[in-house]
């Protein structure tokens, strides 16, 4: 059996929640207000946090496209064809080619999902907060976005979701944009 030797301690650090529920009066009144409201992000974290996950997303979807790639050419490499025979009216070789390309392309497609994925699995704690802010700027980018039906071959619309925000000087960026666009598109028309 092993002796374990004992400090003295602040009870208060201790007993942290026990001391400050036994406390009454407006201390106690502020403290379940700032319980209330909670921990919240500002808005440079939330990009930060928002460019972070693009970036998993991102990472993700190399490896994804390449193991794709890699996939199709195993599979349909080793696939015997008759060159004769045409399948659905192509010669084989092309047909065997586009199926390679098309499972590239799928992984491509599948990567962003998985590293999203990846990307909550490892920020559970705060994902609420995430969600919340999430919502609130896809508010502001509903709002302040143009309409795109104005948009032509030489006016085309700026970063219509908003994906490429990654930072308060990129959205700022970006409302100015909008902006520029909106009186580009107005001027066209009259």
Known sequence: MSTVLLRPCNRRVILGQAFRKRSTGSRKLSTDQSNASGPN??????????????RWETAVTIPCTLLGLVGGVAYFGSTEADATKPIMGVDPLFFYGGCTIACMGLGYLVGPVIGSACWRLTHR????LIEEKDREFHKRIVKNRV?????SATNPVPDYHGEKIGSLHQYRQWLRDQAKFR????????
């Open 41 to 54: 992000l500002t808005w440079s974290q939330y990009l930060d946090i928002r460019r972070q996950k693009r």
């Open 125 to 128: 704690r705060t994902m609420g």
């Open 147 to 151: 309409d795109p039906t104005a948009q």
């Open 183 to 190: 009186r580009k598109a107005r001027f066209t028309e009259e």
